[in-house]
Nanobody, 126 residues
Framework: QVQLVESGGGLVQAGGSLRLSCAAS????????MGWFRQAPGKEREFVAA????????YYADSVKGRFTISRDSAKNTVYLQMNSLKPEDTAVYYC???????????????????WGQGTQVTVSS
């Protein structure tokens, strides 16, 4: 059974920073692209960032480009999302996901992902 467990969410003031972590169990991590998505109340889930299994390529939503950084540590089976210059509109539940087969722009599509974490709440106050 594959499990993805997010942590690091919380309440932060606008302009502040948070680092989300997603720890993966099982043997999938080394061969999975990993993504972060978010869902705000009353809105659809949206793509935030993704990283290929090798870590060579990263992808970002325009709304977070230049502020968020995705990275992975294969030794720890963990993917991170460093979030800087946070804005109130970044408030959402953040989910990490693992994709065993997609590449490139397909990593922006949530339906391509095979496994999902339970989510962690990020709240940015103004």
């Amino acid at each position: 059974q594959v499990q993805l467990v997010e942590s690091g969410g919380g309440l932060v003031q606008a302009g502040g920073s948070l680092r989300l972590s997603c720890a993966a169990s099982g043997r999938i991590f080394s061969r999975s692209a990993m993504g972060w998505f978010r869902q705000a109340p009353g809105k659809e889930r949206e793509f935030v960032a993704a990283i290929t299994w090798s870590g060579d390529s990263t992808y970002y939503a325009d709304s977070v480009k230049g502020r968020f950084t995705i990275s992975r540590d294969s030794a720890k089976n963990t993917v991170y999302l460093q979030m800087n210059s946070l804005k109130p509109e970044d408030t959402a539940v953040y989910y990490c996901a693992a994709d065993l087969s997609s590449t490139g722009s397909y990593l922006r599509e949530d339906e391509k992902y095979d496994y999902w974490g339970q989510g962690t709440q990020v709240t940015v106050s103004s």
